[in-house]
């Protein structure tokens, strides 16, 4: 994937994030500064925060590709973490 693929493809999940209800925002941001999250310690420290069922919305932005399910973690998706290597939060 050329670098103006991942920055297309980033651009397009940030527009989307940009367009988000407040908790899903809310949500996001906590994996945007985080990057990669192990999955109790993401659903423990969105409660904490406020987060009302975290694992439902964890799952909702997996479904809207803004986020990935790895192994025993979650993660931003690959574009946007590429996004963030190459360009900076």
């Not at 987060?51 to 990935?68: C, N, R, S, T, Y």
Request: charge should be positive.
């Amino acid at each position: 994937m050329g670098v103006d693929e991942v920055m297309a493809q980033a651009g397009e999940l940030l527009d989307k994030a940009r367009k988000l209800p407040k908790e899903l925002a809310t949500v996001f941001q906590y994996f945007y500064k985080n990057i990669s999250v192990g999955d109790l310690r993401a659903l423990k420290e969105l409660e904490r925060i406020g987060v009302k069922d975290p694992k439902e919305k964890i799952e909702a932005l997996i479904e809207m590709g803004l986020l990935e399910r790895g192994h025993d973690c979650y993660n931003l998706a690959k574009p946007l973490r590429e996004y963030i290597f190459r360009r900076g939060r």
